[in-house]
């Protein structure tokens, strides 16, 4: 089974619409991430998550929100879709200490016409 | 701020061939630095990686020294394989809390390799 899971994959739809992706791990990690794949620009932060309490914005956040339900879940809203949120989503968790190594979902691809 | 440039792809290549993907950085304090790999229609995946200058990652082939002076970190592959194709990530990382970091990634660099 899958440490990071991402649900859903794909997902289709429209402009001002409100979209939630979800994201479950079961490695036991504190810290969780959320970034956006771009052709040419690698990937970008969103939003990070330290802890439940703790959740602070990346370097890209207009536009989108994020709740962290349970040590375990970590999602990302659209409130209002707009075609230029159309790219591929990744979750990715780390464990607390000295190491930096982050481990990712394999992807929502979003898009939204 | 951090920043990754990488060599813009896409790298094609034959089987056996040598392969080399730079990567430079910039970044204020002493980041650690790692490569990623994404095989088609999947996460990333850790490569390698390495967290103090000259320190040299390695895994599965693939190498990488930590240039200060340089401020490099180059993938090298002496003899690629098909299943080598994918995008490959040059990244670093810093503290921004006490507590935690966060990952800077280059553009990506997509490899083919054809038999």
């Known amino acids: 089974d899958a440490d990071v899971t991402q649900t859903p994959r794909n997902r289709i739809t429209k402009t001002g619409k409100r979209i939630m992706l979800e994201c479950s791990q079961t490695?036991?990690?504190?810290?969780m991430y959320w970034y956006r794949q771009d052709p040419g620009l690698g990937l970008r932060l969103i939003y990070y998550?330290?802890?439940?309490?703790?959740?602070n914005k990346g370097e890209i956040s207009d536009g989108y929100s994020v709740s962290r339900q349970a040590q375990a879940k970590f999602s990302l809203s659209l409130e209002s879709a707009i075609p230029n949120q159309t790219a591929l989503y990744f979750c990715a968790t780390r464990p607390g200490g000295g190491t930096s190594e982050q481990f990712f979902g394999p992807g929502t691809r979003l898009t939204v016409l | 701020g951090d920043s990754v440039t990488q060599m813009e792809g896409p790298v094609t290549l034959s089987e056996e061939a040598f392969l080399t993907i730079n990567c430079t950085y910039t970044?204020?304090?002493?980041?650690?630095l790692f490569w990623y790999v994404q095989y088609p229609g999947e996460g990333l995946q850790l490569l390698l990686k390495?967290?103090?200058?000259?320190d040299k990652g390695s895994n599965k082939g693939f190498e990488a020294t930590y240039r200060k002076e340089t401020t490099s970190f180059h993938l090298e592959k002496g003899s690629v394989q098909v299943s080598d194709s994918a995008v490959y990530f040059c990244a670093l990382s810093e503290l921004i809390k006490a507590a935690g970091n966060k990952l800077t990634f280059g553009g990506g660099t997509r490899v083919l390799v054809k038999p």
């Open positions: 490695k036991g990690h504190d810290r």
């Open positions: 998550s330290f802890d439940v309490k703790d959740i």
């Open positions: 390495a967290t103090k200058a000259d």
């Open positions: 970044a204020t304090g002493y980041p650690s």
